[in-house]
């Protein structure tokens, strides 16, 4: 079961487990985690746990949410993550919540892909593809061609 514990401080070792659907922590008494400190705002912030994975919010808290000493609005939170609330470090452990290696691995998961090889692309290896050539030939003249317009028109506007 996914469970926040804060690391430190009066309220060391407070657990709470997290629930299907959104969790609420703050100081009032209405949410389903209340932490008992200063630094806590009202209503200060909340995890849904999705099938995407656990969704941390801040509500508009005084003192902020971070994870892991980065202040945040909205963010996916990770096994051993540490989220201060207010000035209150808790961390969320547990096997149902994802590690973020585990989640970095499955975005950079990369389906197999074959490249083929033309005959003509071995020969041009060690000297530059004829395509290339072809363009670098085609941008020569084109700068020519403009080289010779400006000297035309110089040439008309000089000589009456």
């Given at each position: 079961m996914?469970?926040?514990t804060v690391m430190n401080?009066?309220?060391r070792g407070?657990?709470?487990?997290?629930?299907d659907g959104i969790n609420r922590i703050g100081r009032r008494e209405e949410n389903n985690w209340?932490?008992?400190?200063?630094?806590?705002?009202?209503?200060?912030?909340?995890?849904?746990m999705n099938p995407a994975g656990f969704l941390l919010r801040d509500l508009g808290s005084t003192n902020g949410t971070k994870v892991n000493d980065v202040?945040?609005?909205e963010k996916f939170i990770y096994r051993d993550d540490v989220i201060y609330i207010g000035e209150v470090p808790v961390t969320i452990t547990g096997d149902d919540v994802?590690?973020?290696?585990?989640?970095?691995d499955a975005q950079l998961a990369v389906p197999r892909t074959t490249i083929a090889v033309r005959p003509d692309a071995e020969a041009?290896?060690?000297g530059g593809s004829p395509e290339r050539e072809h363009g670098n030939k085609v941008w020569?003249?084109?700068?020519?061609?403009?080289?010779?317009?400006?000297?035309?028109?110089?040439?008309?506007l000089i000589i009456p």
């Open positions: 996914a469970c926040l401080g009066v309220l407070q657990k709470y487990t997290l629930t209340v932490l008992a400190d200063g630094s806590v705002s009202g209503t200060h912030c909340e995890i849904e202040p945040v609005k994802p590690l973020l290696s585990e989640q970095l041009a290896a060690d020569i003249a084109v700068v020519v061609l403009l080289i010779l317009v400006i000297a035309a028109l110089a040439a008309m």
